[in-house]
């Protein structure tokens, strides 16, 4: 019997170890970790690069979708700063057979600030300058996972306008394509 492939995300803020611990994950599970900043900066050289980060976290799921699919697990270091994507990312991994495990990772605000600007210092290959007036900016749009996101309550009905959390996904994340429909070719 094989066991259900799992889905790992780490979610948190730049300096928390969200990183670390996906590397941590990845190897102790022989499994594929997918960190958008790993490719940003030898693709564009750039932290967003005009939206492209959404374009490529959009290509991740997918191929973590698709590796769930084949019987194998997946980490996705990416933070995720709201509950929607979070939720989202959840109904993926669901939807492929697979099993979501939620990994937050959080620090005291001053040494994870700390961190964030120690990497930059020692591996800036591996991220980006980091001002505090960033830090003051993520920090006030940084939903942190609740109660129920923690302890996998039900998913909660998708937000309005959106029939599935699938089509949500694919309209934040432009390409990934609607799994809860055929693809067309």
Request: charged letters at 25%; one cysteine or more.
């Amino acid at each position: 019997m094989t066991s259900q492939p799992v889905l790992h995300l780490t979610v948190g803020l730049p300096g928390a170890g969200k990183t670390t611990l996906a590397r941590r994950i990845a190897e102790a599970e022989r499994i594929v970790r997918l960190t958008p900043d790993d490719w940003m900066a030898p693709l564009f050289g750039d932290n967003d690069a005009g939206g492209r980060r959404d374009i490529l976290e959009g290509r991740m799921i997918w191929v973590a979708h698709e590796v769930l699919c084949s019987g194998a697990g997946a980490v996705l270091d990416f933070g995720c700063w709201s509950p929607e994507e979070r939720y989202a990312i959840r109904v993926v991994a669901e939807s492929a057979g697979g099993r979501f495990d939620l990994q937050h990772v959080s620090l005291d605000e001053a040494e994870r600030r700390s961190r964030a600007a120690a990497r930059w210092e020692t591996a800036p290959e591996t991220t980006f300058p980091m001002t505090d007036d960033d830090h003051d900016r993520w920090l006030a749009s940084y939903q942190p996972p609740s109660t129920d996101e923690l302890s996998y309550a039900p998913v909660p009905d998708p937000p309005a306008g959106f029939d599935t959390w699938l089509h949500w996904a694919s309209e934040r994340w432009p390409t990934l394509p609607r799994l809860d429909q055929p693809l067309s070719l």
